[in-house]
Nanobody, 115 residues
Framework: QVQLVESGGGLVQAGGSLRLSCAVSESVFRFNAMTWYRQAPGKQRELVARITSADWTNYADSVKGRFAISRDNAKNTVYLQMNSLKPEDTAIYYC?????????WGQGIQVTVSS
């Protein structure tokens, strides 16, 4: 069973930056896609960013131009660089590994953006 561990979250002021990391217990190349989702209180989990095995990326409209997903195959790690953070980015962020239409999740990490 693959394991994913997120790190890099915390409290930041609006306009600041954070980089989330997701360490994966298997080669990230073995997955169809790696994803970042987030869930704010009282809201549904939503897709933030996705990167496929072919390095195709897509983003939620709300984060385009501010967030960037990337991966380091040698380190089995996926990153989410978050810039120009806004209070509405406050949420628990989850890393997901997709294989054959099944997603395995990390435990999630809190990101709080103060105004």
């Amino acid at each position: 069973q693959v394991q994913l561990v997120e790190s890099g979250g915390g409290l930041v002021q609006a306009g600041g930056s954070l980089r989330l990391s997701c360490a994966v217990s298997e080669s990230v190349f073995r997955f169809n896609a790696m994803t970042w989702y987030r869930q704010a209180p009282g809201k549904q989990r939503e897709l933030v960013a996705r990167i496929t095995s072919a390095d195709w990326t897509n983003y939620a409209d709300s984060v385009k131009g501010r967030f960037a997903i990337s991966r380091d195959n040698a380190k089995n790690t996926v990153y989410l660089q978050m810039n120009s953070l806004k209070p509405e980015d406050t949420a628990i962020y989850y890393c997901g590994a997709v294989r054959n239409y099944v997603t395995t999740w990390g435990q999630g990490i809190q990101v709080t953006v103060s105004s």
